[in-house]
């Protein structure tokens, strides 16, 4: 069974600083995209960034230069290093993997997770 679980959620002060951590289970981390998207109250689900089987990795054109997305391969882990932190960036957190697909659409993932809530008071 495929699990993506996230953490380090909370709240914050605008201008902070926060990482977020996905752990993978029951799956090949290493042969998957995994990629963060978030969703605000009212909002659709977006796409924050993601990072590639080979290591590349994409932003959203709102939160570039903001954030960093790793991942470490031998712990099935990937993490979103979010910094200057706005209230604009409040939103539920989800973990994504796509086996085959590489865009970060979210038609082409194959796995999510139930997601962890980041709130930037202002």
């Known amino acids: 069974q495929v699990q993506l679980v996230e953490s380090g959620g909370g709240l914050v002060q605008a201008g902070d600083s926060l990482r977020l951590s996905c752990a993978a289970s029951g799956l090949t981390f290493s042969r998957y995209h995994v990629g963060w998207f978030r969703q605000a109250p009212g909002k659709e689900r977006e796409l924050v960034g993601g990072?590639?089987?080979?290591?590349?990795?994409v932003y959203a054109d709102s939160v570039k230069g903001r954030c960093a997305i790793s991942r470490d391969n031998a712990k099935n882990t990937m993490y979103l290093q979010m910094n200057s932190l706005k209230p604009e960036d409040t939103a539920v957190y989800y973990c994504?993997?796509?086996?085959?697909?590489?865009?970060?659409?979210?038609?082409?993932?194959?796995?999510w997770g139930k997601g962890t809530l980041v709130t930037v008071s202002s």
């Open positions: 990072v590639r089987i080979g290591g590349i990795t």
């Open positions: 994504a993997a796509s086996f085959g697909s590489s865009t970060f659409s979210p038609r082409g993932i194959d796995y």
